[in-house]
């Protein structure tokens, strides 16, 4: 592993985001990298989910670290939700303000009997449709009514939407790796460069809520001698 002088696991290239959250209940530390997949570190403490969350590094190509403790001896649910809340942030964080991206995606994932359909759309909204019905309520000791919680969380953080629904399945393992596997897929997509844009994908001219708050000083100030100019041709009476 690179350690850098930034304390990150990642050499200094590519887009991506260190997350330290601690509170009563979890403490996580997460890295992510859109753009380099040669880190695939993760440890939660709860097998099945580090399972899925190697899964979507490995088919997302998206370098990971993930190091999480929490309240396990309560329940699985608030270091499953954190860990999603730490990975949407790091998402959003790495993405940066260039969104010159694909932006749109979607995916098919089958794993034996199991076949998941992920389609994303990076908007700077977050939406999630979840359309999974598991067979099961537990897989190797994971509780898996948090799958859901795993996703709203992430998609509420990375300000994105995901339509997520399994087509077939029986097998639970399977049902929601292919989920897993399926949103890899299509975030692996969306997230690509589209450097010979000329602008960013969408017709508001932004996917970040920073930047719709922040324009950019340029274009307050050309705005600032538009409006002056206006006026200065059409001076309002007073009344
Ligand atoms: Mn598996």
Known sequence: MTIKGDGMAFPEAGRRARIARKTRETSIELELNLDDPSVCEVQTGIGFFDHMLAALSKHGRLGLRVEASGDLHVDQHHLVEDVGIALGAAFR????????????????????????????????????????????????????????EFFQAFVSNAALSLHLDLLHGENTHHQIEAAFKATALALREAVRREPALGEVPSTKGTLSERAARAPAAGATKAATAATAAKAARSPRKRR
């Open 93 to 148: 964080e790495a993405l940066g303000d260039d969104l010159r991206i694909r932006r749109f995606a979607h995916a098919y994932a089958p794993l034996d009997d199991a076949l998941a359909r992920a389609v994303v759309d990076v908007s700077g909204r977050a939406y999630l449709h979840y359309g999974l019905k598991l067979a099961r309520p537990l897989v190797g000791g994971f509780d898996t009514d948090l799958v859901r």
